[in-house]
């Protein structure tokens, strides 16, 4: 079975300061990874989505994630945190690219001014 | 163009008593899920369907919730006798094979009082 983990329920960064959002997961067949983003009150927007090929995926507001097979892992960074960026990020993973989605527990981030 | 729409937005209902949500996903998408996202339970797969494929039922957590998706476009969950730990925002999504991403709507949040 697919599982995700994400370490840290609550991450609180400066503006301007690196992002860093920690997702693990298990999949017995090669993922399919994302990663989404909540604001408040707001349903899920995909920010960026590992498929096949190019490993450091780039998604939108300045966000990437880089997969690494070795550590089963799929961590989000941005290089410089805005006051915009504060919301709730979940990692999914998946089996295709159509199959259901497994979700983390979510990572709420704050920036501080 | 038309994003995943939900109705309603908002549902508050006695405990007991049987619920309906609707979902109109993207038009020409052949995938449609149900996700739930609760407090307590985070983000939980409940229900796809796939074009003309047998549903994955596979999330529903009681016989008590049913979903059909009539003419491969609209669907609507259905909770009978609704308890308070179904309280809950009900979140449908769809896809397309060639998309390899769900587009989520912006949820239905159920109160059982």
């Known amino acids: 079975a697919q599982s995700v983990t994400q370490l840290g329920s609550h991450v609180s960064v400066s503006e301007g300061a690196l992002v860093l959002l920690r997702c693990n997961y298990s999949?017995?067949?090669?993922?399919?990874l994302f990663w989404y983003v909540q604001y408040p009150n707001q349903g899920l927007q995909l920010l960026l989505k590992y498929t096949t090929g190019a490993t450091l995926v780039k998604g939108i507001n300045g966000f990437e994630a880089e997969f690494k097979k070795s550590e089963t892992s799929f961590h989000l960074t941005k290089p410089s945190a805005h006051m915009s960026d504060a919301a709730e990020y979940f990692c999914a993973v998946s089996e295709g690219g159509t199959d259901k989605l497994i979700f983390g527990t979510g990572t709420r981030l704050q920036v501080f001014p | 163009g038309a994003g995943v729409s939900q109705s309603p937005s908002n549902k508050v209902t006695e405990k007991g008593k049987d619920v309906e949500l609707r979902c109109d996903p993207i038009?020409?998408?052949?995938?449609l899920y149900w996700y739930r996202q609760s407090l307590g339970q985070g983000l939980e797969f409940l229900i796809y369907f796939q074009g003309n494929s047998a549903p994955d039922k596979s999330g529903l957590p009681s016989d008590r919730f049913s979903a059909e998706r009539t003419g491969g476009s609209v669907s609507t969950l259905t909770i009978q006798r609704t308890q308070q730990e179904d309280s809950a925002v009900y979140l449908c999504?769809?896809?397309?094979?060639?998309?390899?991403?769900?587009?989520f709507g912006p949820g239905t949040r159920l109160t059982v009082t």
């Open positions: 999949s017995s067949v090669p993922p399919y």
């Open positions: 038009s020409g998408h052949t995938a």
């Open positions: 999504a769809s896809s397309s094979p060639n998309l390899n991403e769900q587009y």
